[in-house]
């Protein structure tokens, strides 16, 4: 056989062990498939398609002064489907990621190599997380904020739409890191999505009984970012920082649960 | 490697050992791709390497199991019954790459198909209940343990022959068979180096004598298997 001397070896230490590598294949996954043009695909015939239809085919069929506040209404209504939409795609994306690999026996061949088990998990979130975001939010955000330029014949303000996207996107990161978490603690799909979905429901619910007994809990709920990329777009004061603090903290608790409970998992 | 070894259906067996390779060396590129073709022709899947592993048998899976686990040229190859669940040809193919691997790495395996073992060990440990049994090189198993015993086949009157070869000091027992023209004897020996240089030449004192076999006697190592851990018990 051939020497080693040529090959360089890899020096990662500690949880970063294995973690380029794993990344790279996470990207692939991504990038190297036809996910990214799939998802792009449907997520711009869902949104932009029906902002196309606002914006350029009603018109026609009903025509009339636009109100004044069109774009911030018209934005208000897309920001909402696009919370709803890009939550859906990640429950559906994630939730075998790695209940999926664990079932099938090809998490236990990564983890016979040099892998870190907090790589395993960091490499999944980043990866899925850059992903979901480009096609889900970010593309999406440029094409709405290219179709109300044009359909307006003047560049609208891109700072409060970045900052409805910011949000946009914490709100999609935190039930990534939830689905993440509970494939590392459950074995099988059932579980993950009936609880991903528990949560993405209940919240409304929970909303509704104390928004007048306790508001303050009801702007710290996570199913708030949505709301406040509605006060961000208009470029207006929010009412409370709460769901941003607190989705922030669960967020980073998920992901630290989803490597604690997976440096337990026995293969 | 598992006894059977997973990965990614939707990754050819290039894109695989791209992968594993990629966990102990950061470059260059074209060293990573050189060592990749390099196990894909020590496992024999050189022409299959850029097919998705969904299509793959159960001998094309263990064979990239064994080269996914090579990458890196490790020392020891631990491989958890290589063989196991496969069809003849794709045992074959297995132990064929077992054959070439032990000339540049230790390989540690187990299994319950002895055939193989001959086949392809040098040394054996047979365990039962998790105790070692025993542990060996493959030829003095087979060879026997505390005795030599000489096997030969002779025709003609062998009764003066064996009379002289008992009488030895370094001969402990002397087992004959007869046959209908054919004498067999085993003649178990305490000294083996006396024995491989002067029992032949007893024989062949008679004259009369034609010896049709001779050597020592080799087991079957299933034979050793069951006379050690015995009939009826789990290996």
Known sequence: MAENVILRPVVEQGWRCGFANLLRLENQRWWSTRRWWVQCLVMSVILNGLLAYGLWINPLLEPGERPPDFVAGTLDVILIWMSILSVLNTLFIVQGAIIGEKQSGVAAWILSAPVSRSAFIIAKFIGNAVGLLATAIWLQGLLIYVQFSVSEGRLLPILPIVTALLLQSQYLLFYLALVIMLGAFFASRAPVLVIAFAVLIGQPFIDNLVMESAPWLSWALPAKLPELARFAHRWEPMPSYSSIVVALALTSVFLTLAIWRFRREEF | ?235
């Not at chain 2, 686990?69 to 290589?82: F, G, R, S, T, W």
């Not at chain 2, 209908?180 to 024989?203: K, M, N």
């Open chain 2, 1 to 235: 490697m598992p006894q059977d070894p997973r990965f990614y259906e939707h990754m050819t067996a290039r894109e695989t050992l791209r992968f594993k390779a990629r966990f102990f060396y950061a470059g260059p590129k074209e060293c990573i791709e050189d060592r990749v073709s390099e196990m894909l022709e020590l496992v024999g899947l050189a022409e299959k390497a850029d097919r998705p592993i969904k299509g793959f048998s159960g001998g094309e899976r263990q064979r990239l199991g064994i080269a996914q686990a090579q990458v890196n040229y490790p020392d020891l190859l631990i491989l958890d019954e290589p063989a196991a669940g496969l069809d003849p040809l794709g045992r074959r193919d297995v132990l064929e790459v077992m054959q070439r691997l032990r000339q540049h790495t230790t390989i540690f395996y187990s299994t319950h198909i002895l055939d193989d073992v001959q086949q392809v060990s040098d040394t054996v440990a047979i365990m039962n209940r998790g105790e070692l049994l025993v542990q060996a090189p493959l030829d003095q198993l087979l060879t026997g343990r505390a005795h030599t015993i000489y096997v030969l086949t002779l025709m003609g009157d062998a009764r003066a022959a064996q009379a002289r070869v008992e009488h030895q000091e370094w001969v402990s027992t002397v087992r004959v068979t007869a046959d209908v023209d054919q004498t067999r004897w085993e003649v178990r020996v305490t000294d083996d180096d006396i024995a491989g240089s002067e029992l032949l030449r007893l024989v062949l004192e008679d004259k009369n004598l034609r010896v049709v076999e001779f050597g020592t006697k080799k087991y079957e190592l299933e034979d050793i298997f069951v006379d050690i851990v015995g009939k009826g018990q789990n290996g």
